[in-house]
């Protein structure tokens, strides 16, 4: 054979060494027929595999097929696509090259997996602002905030609290008056400077011309607001509140009546009475500074009146030492029975300073022949043997203060119509040595028996010798 002949024909084009019968029939733009058999491309069922690609069907047309429907030839049929990874072929919006935006299906539009809150590549634009909640009372902090596609918890989309720590203040809260001046309300006005504020949490308050922190309680000059003003109280009850009176800033409910004296006619506690009650005898007891002793002193005592009956007659004696007029209102009297009473306030006892009172069981001057009767007791007597007499105080708080005690027996010096007289103010009265016998009498009857004692009055003091004399 000549150069350039073989024995084998069948070559298609013999211009290319690669289209011949025996070549593998491969993909091609051109559609070209390498192996010579007529056909080319997918119309050649020996197109190999390796040259053939994958199409995914894009029924949605944008650009991305579904990765569950596919073929692999040379020529993409009409509606596939190159490029799978659409994950909603149902919706062009929907698709690897999309942008991730917020909606109420949280629907993952750019396929990746992840959607609205859970996709860090959702579009701020699409996300909303909302507000921290943190006292949960439905609004938010301004100053507090996160962009968010659905409600996080602690957060909420209002931002008009202006106090979030606490869920009583916020724009529905109710404005009242509050020593913080709150604005609960959140309109930027809080207490007097709020229309709007609750007037039942409005204080009356009381015009005080002494300035001693209580005022007088006068509908014509009353104010009901949230702030003390100049010149007023949040506190009634002064009983003298007249400025050019230099006892008027010292009077008040609740002032100490130390102030004043025995002779003194003012009222500085405000509690309708002229000095001390036993509330500021307790006070004074209890003072850190020169506390009070001894306040009140039993000093003579009659248990067997003899030339009288003893319901009748029976009485002991009291010395004020207090110094100054004290109103006996709540003293209890009792025995070692646990008998007692108690002085109360309509009695009206009241023991000017260093005074004698008189504490009879009967105020029949003719049954008892005493000169002098302070206080009429009931439900005690004085025993003829052995006895005792208490005197005590039990304030509002349930607090019993014992001011004196003096138990006595058969044996101490008393006798029939002859009362038991305490030497000295200043001597232990609970021991038996400083009491003697009365020696004066104070009551003599037509047969000429007497009664001894001082009732009322001031003891002479005990002497070895000293017997009572009729």
């Known amino acids: 054979a000549s150069d350039g002949y073989v024995a084998v024909a069948g070559d298609c084009n013999d211009g290319d060494s690669a289209i011949n019968p025996d ?173 709007s504020v609750d007037a039942e949490t409005y204080i009356t308050y009381y015009i005080d011309d002494d300035g001693d922190g209580f005022g007088v309680d006068d509908s014509l000059t009353n104010l009901a607001q949230c702030d003390e003003p100049s010149g007023y109280a949040d506190a009634a009850g002064d009983c003298n509140d007249d400025a050019t ?12 009546e130390t102030f004043g004296t025995a002779t003194d006619e003012v009222d500085f506690d405000c509690d309708g009475s002229v000095g001390w009650d036993l509330d500021d005898v307790v006070a004074a007891m209890s003072a850190s500074t020169d506390p009070l002793e001894d306040p009140f002193i039993i000093t003579e005592f009659m248990p067997n009146p003899g030339i009288f009956a003893d319901e009748d007659a029976e009485w002991f004696e009291v010395y004020n030492n207090t110094g100054e007029q004290v109103d006996l209102t709540g003293l209890e009297i009792s025995d070692d029975d646990s008998d007692s009473d108690t002085i109360a306030s309509s009695a009206a006892v009241i023991a000017s300073a260093d005074s004698y009172l008189v504490f009879a069981r009967s105020d029949d001057t003719s049954a008892n022949g005493l000169p002098q009767i302070d206080y009429t007791f009931s439900g005690i007597s004085l025993g003829n043997g052995t006895d005792e007499i208490v005197l005590s105080y039990t304030d509002s708080d349930s607090t019993t203060t014992e001011f004196d005690d003096v138990a006595y027996t058969s044996s101490w010096p008393w006798d029939v119509d002859i009362a038991a007289s305490l030497n000295a103010l200043t001597d232990d009265n609970s021991l038996d040595t400083s009491w003697c016998e009365a020696v004066d009498s104070y009551f003599t009857d037509t047969s000429g028996d007497s009664i001894f004692g001082t009732p009322g009055a001031a003891n002479p003091s005990c002497t070895t010798d000293s017997d009572p004399v009729e």
């Open 245 to 256: 009176d230099t006892d008027a800033a010292d009077t008040y409910p609740g002032a100490d």
């Open 23 to 195: 070549a593998d029939e491969i993909c091609d733009d051109a559609d070209t027929d390498e192996d010579c058999d007529g056909v080319a491309d997918d119309a050649d069922d020996d197109t190999t595999e390796e040259s053939k690609t994958t199409f995914y069907l894009d029924s949605d047309m944008d650009t991305f097929g579904d990765d569950e429907t596919s073929e692999t030839v040379c020529d993409a049929s009409d509606g596939y696509v190159a490029v799978a990874g659409d994950c909603n072929d149902g919706d062009s919006a929907i698709n690897p090259d999309a942008d991730e935006i917020c909606d109420d299906a949280d629907t993952d539009e750019d396929c990746d997996g992840n959607a609205d809150d859970a996709d860090d590549d959702t579009t701020d634009e699409s996300k909303t602002t909302y507000y921290a909640d943190s006292d949960m009372d439905t609004f938010g902090d301004p100053d507090t905030s996160e962009l968010f596609c659905d409600p996080a918890t602690g957060f909420v989309t209002d931002n008009n609290d202006c106090d979030d720590a606490r869920d009583d203040i916020n724009p529905e809260g109710t404005e009242v008056c509050d020593a913080d001046n709150a604005d609960e309300d959140c309109d930027g006005d809080a207490d007097d400077a709020d229309d």
